[in-house]
């Protein structure tokens, strides 16, 4: 079973909506991130966020993170047909929080 | 843009072969990752280092070796190649432990 699980696997939204993703995963955490992947390239990182933080937002992004429920979301908002991509979740789980472990990822269509 | 990179981009050889990827970084950091991709999937950890001279496998069995001889560089060695090896290979680098991570373009392989 893996540590984190993206939710939904797949979205597809026209230009302009928001974007939400979910992201929950099984063990405690001393933080949780946020990547992009655009086609056949390597991550982007997009936002950190630690234990004791409950949201963060760089930009149009906003991430929540809710450490008693082991769950975290990803809103984009005004989506553009730029953000398509796959979004990935990674955590860095205990006991030992040393390697990084990354979810299968959400794929997002922007329909322009 | 991450200063991490990855040669060859694209890389199609014949079964046997013994092949190295190349991963450099000028970011001086002393973390250093490699993943293996297949399209539209997870990322998988198959070797990684904390500094030079120092190199672990990750969790999955890979068929393949790394050295750290200098900080900046951690190439990827396959000494006999096979059509199970056909994947994207991601190289990444991080200041610190369980922190964010900077990734390469990634090698695309494929073996015939």
């Known amino acids: 079973s893996q540590q984190g699980e993206e939710d939904p696997q797949a979205l597809s939204i026209q230009e302009g909506e928001n974007a939400t993703m979910n992201c929950s995963y099984k063990?405690?955490?001393?933080?949780l991130q946020w990547y992009r992947q655009n086609s056949g390239r390597g991550l982007v990182h997009l936002i950190l966020?630690?234990?004791?933080?409950r949201e963060k937002h760089s930009g149009r992004l906003r991430v929540t993170l809710d450490t008693s429920k082991k769950s975290s979301s990803l809103l984009i908002t005004a989506s553009r047909a730029a953000d398509t991509a796959s979004y990935f979740c990674?955590?860095?789980?205990?006991?030992?929080?040393?390697?990084?472990?990354f979810g299968p990822g959400t794929s997002l269509s922007v329909i322009p | 843009e991450a200063d991490i990179y990855q040669t060859p981009r694209y890389l199609v050889i014949g079964t046997g072969k013994k092949i190295t990827l190349e991963c450099s970084q000028t970011?001086?950091?002393?973390?250093m990752y490699w993943y293996q991709q297949d399209p539209g999937m997870e990322l998988h950890l198959i070797h990684y280092?904390?500094?030079?001279?120092?190199?672990e496998k990750g969790d999955l069995s890979s068929e393949s070796t790394v050295s750290r001889i200098r900080t900046e560089h951690f190439p990827l060695t396959l000494e006999s190649a096979r059509p199970s090896h056909t994947s994207q290979y991601l190289c990444?680098?991080?200041?610190?432990?369980?922190?964010?991570?900077?990734f390469g373009p990634g090698t695309r392989l494929t073996v015939l």
């Open positions: 990444a680098s991080s200041p610190r432990i369980a922190d964010t991570q900077y």
């Open positions: 063990t405690s955490i001393n933080n």
């Open positions: 966020i630690r234990s004791n933080e």
């Open positions: 990674a955590t860095a789980p205990g006991p030992s929080y040393d390697k990084v472990i």
């Open positions: 970011m001086g950091h002393d973390k």
């Open positions: 280092s904390y500094g030079v001279n120092s190199t």
